[in-house]
């Protein structure tokens, strides 16, 4: 038996916003200890891990080890039904992942569980030379300020700030962030615009982002929730020919 209850419909719209926006298909791997997926997108450009642990839920009950294959499509239009205050619990039955909302009604939606190949994705081990935190929504906004002259982004950092920066054809943009934590070393990479933004759909998983960055290397972004019971992190590889 699989039963899985949340309070909180957000946590699961706001990851599977993001989630869906990368891969069409994903398993969701549930134990005792918890739900966690990884996923990489066909490119294979972006990595996404996602992990619940058991302790997040209101209940939670997991007697095997389950694999649910799911379409996230079809999984985030059922998610984007629910109501802020609505009690969403996770079920199994009979091939379909069964989802129902609490609220002013009881909505029941069951959603058929796909066959899919899957080799469960490991990113490569990876030695960051900078970590650093910033908050969410000036990331978000970061975004859209770099929208507007170019389809990629120069992230960069040093002791003092944090830099995002657009160079377009039209004109240029540049942020900085005064992060105030002890980096030794300046590094800077380039990224797609719209894969980033694929992220940060998430924005309701954590208000603050933590960044690791060096040169050239895969951006790796990390939400994790204050109460530590959840993280949704990504790797993204980076547009090293852009920099020619």
Do not use: W
Not at 77 to 99: A, F, M, Y
Not at 141 to 163: M, R
Not at 188 to 211: G, H, P, T, W, Y
């Amino acid at each position: 038996m699989f039963k899985a209850e949340l309070n909180d419909p957000n946590i699961l719209k706001t990851s599977f916003d993001a989630i869906s926006s990368i891969v069409d298909e994903v398993q969701l791997q549930t134990d005792s200890e918890g739900v966690r997926l990884d996923a990489l997108d066909r490119s294979h450009i972006t990595f996404v891990h996602l992990e619940l642990k058991a302790s997040l839920f209101e209940e939670y009950i997991c007697d095997e080890p389950e694999k649910i294959n799911i379409d996230t499509d079809e999984l985030m239009k059922v998610l984007k039904r629910s109501k802020s205050n609505d009690k969403v619990t996770l079920s199994l039955d009979e091939g379909n992942l069964i989802i129902t909302f609490e609220g002013e009604a009881k909505r029941r939606f069951k959603i058929r569980l796909i066959d899919m190949e899957y080799d469960s994705p490991t990113p490569p081990p990876l030695e960051y030379p900078t970590e650093f935190e910033v908050p969410f929504a000036l990331l978000k906004d970061s975004i859209n300020d770099i929208d507007i002259f170019s389809d990629k982004i120069i992230l960069s950092v040093n002791s003092e700030v944090f830099k995002a920066a657009a160079e377009g054809e039209f004109g240029d943009a540049n942020i900085e962030y005064v992060h105030g934590e002890k980096i030794d070393e300046e590094v800077k990479s380039i990224f797609s615009l719209e894969k980033i933004r694929e992220m940060l759909k998430a924005d309701k998983f954590s208000d603050i982002a933590k960044i690791y960055l060096g040169n050239d290397m895969p951006l790796k972004l990390s939400l994790k929730m204050i109460s530590g019971d959840g993280e949704l992190s990504f790797l993204l590889a980076p547009r090293i020919e852009a920099d020619e």
